[in-house]
């Protein structure tokens, strides 16, 4: 197997590998997979040479770049970075190139790391497949007839298919943790306010987080620890002290209570997932955690609570794409109506305007009380309910989706059937929890399966802690895909 994202940091600070030569690496592995994947939109090779030789430089004349020098990095394309293009997979700002970066990412480069590639979506984040890009669908590096899940489908892909880098995803209502689930690697939404949100392109604003997809716990955690805390640009981001999140997940587990919701085991889990993900629990078990069941009962809400809860902030933040001010304007319009029309018409997909349409259904006179209030009243129930369970165990353990990645094409004609594989993610957003996905094995047809652990706010580190610890007992994490960049033995 190629290096960790450990070994890479640590051979560069060694003086065993300069960071132009981690940056070349790095642009290999995606050059080789991204053809069969179509996972990267850009892959920024001459910015991420030229920032690798800086880094040389300084390293070369005594200077400490930062904990992560060299480090390549890749960002899901509906965050904001200085190279590159900033789209969110929509062709109302195909072509956008932010004059600023996002927060996250500017922190990420201050401790050295290196950017080489951004990587798809669906359009401003609303699939879980990853189909509803504009640009290109992409594929699952275990069988590439499948879905890599959404929206962060890309940085799953590539994750997957390669090593020694960091991926920068987003999570509206599991889009880090449902593709992490379908391509066999570990992803973390973290606490909502522990991560700036300060350039990421808005769906739903009081849902959305930004967040790692990585091979290991200890890589989410590197990741995290590097770009948590409070920041001036985002008044939603919590001044509450950034951990040693390295160290702390590295502790054992043992003594710690974990709990069981039947809620969170609903009939819709398929047999295979909820067998590997019992016999995860097991292996938790053995490690020294206590398990008992506890209950969520509003949890069976969460999906159409979530729903209208994000279409009515998705409606509000993209009315902002207009064609007037910047992004695509239509070339016939004779006047402003017909320009503000058409240009969005034009510029939205499908299921980006389904959810305009029924945001601006639920805020308007005579059904805001009827859909949204109520749905933000679900909303303050389920966090209430996680407030109480939270309160007798550490961490709460469930599937992450209910099946395996499904074939490309087999649920694009019905929204409801697509929404559905996230209806064990989204009450982490809801609630405003972290929540994390690793993968506890594989289908019968070899296809990755991901079970997800629930904590309380701002104790990141707990579900990171125990995500560790089980993958220092197990090896479901260090599985190749078919599609891969090392030559490791592909599943499928």
Request: charged share 25%; net charge negative; with cysteine.
């Amino acid at each position: 197997m190629t290096k960790s994202v450990f070994d890479t940091r640590d051979s560069i600070r060694a003086g065993e590998l300069t960071a132009t030569a981690a940056a070349e690496d790095a642009l290999r592995q995606v050059e080789q997979v991204n053809p069969q994947l179509d996972a990267a939109t850009e892959i920024l090779r001459e910015e991420a040479l030229a920032q690798a030789a800086e880094l040389d430089r300084r390293l070369e004349s005594g200077e400490d770049p930062g904990p992560l020098a060299g480090v390549p990095f890749t960002v899901k394309s509906n965050i904001c970075t200085l190279y590159g293009r900033t789209s969110a997979a929509s062709r109302i700002i195909e072509n956008h190139v932010s004059p600023y970066e996002a927060t996250a990412v500017r922190r990420l480069r201050e401790a050295g790391a290196v950017c080489v590639a951004k990587t798809n979506l669906d359009e401003f984040g609303m699939g879980s497949s990853t189909e509803n890009s504009s640009i290109k669908i992409t594929k699952n590096p275990w069988k590439t007839t499948h879905v890599p899940g959404g929206s962060s489908g890309g940085a799953a892909a590539l994750c997957s298919a390669t090593r020694g880098m960091l991926h920068l995803g987003s999570d509206t209502g599991g889009s880090i943790r449902q593709p992490a689930a379908y391509c066999g690697v570990t992803g973390l939404k973290p606490t909502y306010g522990r991560v700036s949100r300060y350039g990421l392109l808005a769906f739903a604003s009081s849902l959305d987080q930004i967040g790692p997809l990585q091979h290991s716990a200890l890589e989410c955690a590197l990741v995290l620890e590097a770009m948590a805390g409070v920041d001036e640009m985002d008044c939603t981001s919590r001044n509450v002290e950034v951990k040693d999140y390295v160290e702390s997940a590295s502790r054992d587990i043992s003594g710690m209570r974990l709990g069981i919701a039947p809620e969170l085991f609903p009939e819709g889990v398929g047999s295979e997932v909820r067998e590997r993900v019992e016999q995860a629990i097991e292996v938790l078990r053995g490690l020294g955690a206590e398990v008992k069941e506890i209950s969520l009962p509003n949890a069976r809400y969460a999906n159409p609570a979530y729903v209208l809860v994000s279409a009515a902030e998705a409606s509000s933040n993209l009315a902002r794409y207009d064609g007037v001010h910047f992004g695509h304007r239509t070339k016939e319009a004779e006047d402003l109506t017909a320009l503000y029309k058409s240009s969005r018409a034009e510029g939205f997909g499908p299921e980006v305007k389904r959810r305009i349409m029924i945001g601006s259904f639920v805020l308007s006179s005579g059904y805001y009380d009827a859909f949204y209030l109520k749905a933000l009243k679900v909303r303050k129930l389920i966090r209430q309910d996680f407030e109480t369970a939270l309160g007798e165990v550490d961490a709460v353990v469930c599937p992450t989706s209910p099946i395996t990645a499904f074939p490309i094409g087999e649920r694009m004609d019905d929204p409801m059937k697509l929404y559905a594989v996230d209806v064990l993610t989204v009450p982490a957003n809801l609630a405003s929890l972290p929540a994390l996905s690793l993968p506890c094995g594989l289908s019968g047809d070899g296809l990755p399966i991901g079970m997800q652990l629930y904590g309380r706010a701002m104790e990141d580190d707990v579900v990171l802690r125990i995500a560790n610890a089980f993958q220092s007992e197990t090896e479901h994490h260090l599985q190749a895909p078919a599609v891969n960049a090392w030559g490791g033995e592909g599943e499928a």
